[in-house]
């Protein structure tokens, strides 16, 4: 049976809740999957204690497929990250009041590190579902890339195991004017993706990329 391991984040930035961590516990509470067996964790909004805890959960899980999802307001379309720059620069405090500003992830690490998972067959495989979905060529400099960066380090050496993050839209209820998606839409998209990366051997090979 293949294990995948799926994190969201709880609630930052003076929101009564994450999109992520919506949609996560919604795949949760519906997974029928026989052939994967479905593994969810809540990660907070900080600098370290995200890296240590997914860390723990994938020492923990051992899974097959790790994938992480974090909230990115101002976004309309589900995007699957391509790569994770070694870069902190906050723009607001994290949960623990920490804001590096033009810091590693991980000091001496490589620049950066592509995600393991089948990206763009992740991305059609949610088009297909009926969610708007792109392959995104940047995750920030917050607690998502570092998250990401720090997962895709820490399996640098296990190739075997596809790694990657995926950002999701605001959820109606949290945006007053500006661009939303349903949480249930999100939730279908995630096992789209989840499926996706459990069962493509090789990527496909479609343009996705974007002028700037």
């Given at each position: 049976?293949?294990?995948?391991?799926?994190?969201?984040?709880?609630?930052?930035?003076?929101?009564?809740?994450?999109?992520?961590?919506?949609?996560?516990a919604?795949?949760?509470?519906?997974?029928?999957?026989?052939?994967?067996?479905?593994?969810?964790?809540?990660?907070?909004?900080s600098?370290?204690?995200?890296?240590?805890?997914?860390?723990?959960?994938?020492?923990?899980?051992?899974?097959?497929?790790?994938?992480?999802?974090?909230?990115?307001?101002?976004?309309?379309?589900?995007?699957?990250?391509?790569?994770?720059?070694n870069?902190?620069?906050?723009?607001?405090?994290?949960?623990?009041?920490?804001?590096?500003?033009?810091?590693?992830?991980?000091?001496?690490?490589?620049?950066?590190?592509?995600?393991?998972?089948?990206?763009?067959?992740?991305?059609?495989?949610?088009?297909?579902?009926?969610?708007?979905?792109?392959?995104?060529?940047?995750?920030?400099?917050?607690?998502?890339?570092?998250?990401?960066?720090?997962?895709?380090?820490?399996?640098?050496?296990?190739?075997?195991?596809?790694?990657?993050?995926?950002?999701?839209?605001?959820?109606?209820?949290?945006?007053?004017?500006?661009p939303?998606?349903?949480?249930?839409?999100?939730?279908?998209?995630?096992?789209?993706?989840?499926?996706?990366?459990?069962?493509?051997?090789?990527?496909?090979?479609?343009?996705?990329?974007?002028?700037?």
């Amino acid at each position: 049976m293949t294990r995948v391991l799926l994190t969201g984040f709880e609630p930052f930035d003076g929101q009564a809740l994450n999109a992520s961590w919506e949609a996560v516990a919604v795949v949760r509470d519906a997974w029928d999957d026989a052939d994967v067996e479905l593994v969810v964790r809540r990660l907070p909004v900080s600098f370290r204690r995200a890296r240590q805890e997914l860390r723990t959960a994938v020492a923990e899980v051992e899974p097959d497929v790790v994938l992480c999802v974090g909230e990115a307001g101002g976004r309309a379309a589900v995007g699957v990250e391509r790569v994770a720059v070694n870069v902190i620069d906050a723009r607001i405090p994290d949960a623990d009041g920490s804001a590096p500003v033009d810091v590693p992830v991980i000091a001496g690490a490589p620049a950066a590190f592509f995600a393991t998972l089948p990206v763009k067959a992740c991305v059609l495989a949610a088009r297909d579902a009926g969610v708007p979905a792109e392959v995104s060529g940047t995750a920030g400099t917050y607690v998502c890339n570092a998250t990401f960066y720090a997962l895709q380090h820490l399996l640098a050496a296990r190739p075997e195991v596809r790694s990657g993050f995926v950002h999701v839209p605001r959820a109606p209820e949290q945006v007053g004017d500006g661009p939303t998606l349903a949480t249930v839409d999100v939730a279908r998209a995630l096992v789209a993706l989840v499926g996706a990366a459990v069962r493509t051997e090789t990527d496909v090979r479609v343009s996705a990329g974007a002028l700037s």
